[in-house]
């Protein structure tokens, strides 16, 4: 199923830009500007942390979950073009988001918590690998 989402709720601030210049210079022609970076990711977070709609009330359970998924997986979604550095969005960021709806599949928070251990032992088994692979010491856990 596709993932389809529903900004017509959400109240910008001022200062937020939601359709930027598109910065690939080989860009087609029609596609001159696109979907600012951090609402596109927001809206794939709906889908990575289970949680389909962003409202007053769960926008920072929405954010835990965020930074829970940055934190076991080792790497942050949005990734600044000229330092290659990686993070998630702020919290600031998701409540600027509160409105966001998708149809991706919400998830209780035991369904979640069970995520957070499997992504978690994911991240374990590819350290050790690597660690096995460079010629580490890192004790591993079978």
Known sequence: ????????KIKWPDEYQLWID???PDHKEGEEQVMNAVTEMMIFLTMFVGVNE??????KEFYKRTRQFEIVTDTGLL???ETKESRMPTLEEVKWHIGLKTNATPHTKRKWTGNVMRMLDETISK?????KDGGGDRATVT
Request: charged share 20%.
């Open 54 to 59: 962003i409202t007053k009330p769960n926008h």
């Open 1 to 8: 199923m596709a993932l389809t989402w529903d900004i017509t």
């Open 79 to 81: 990734v600044n073009p």
């Open 127 to 131: 350290q050790d690998k690597e660690v």
């Open 22 to 24: 598109n910065p690939n």
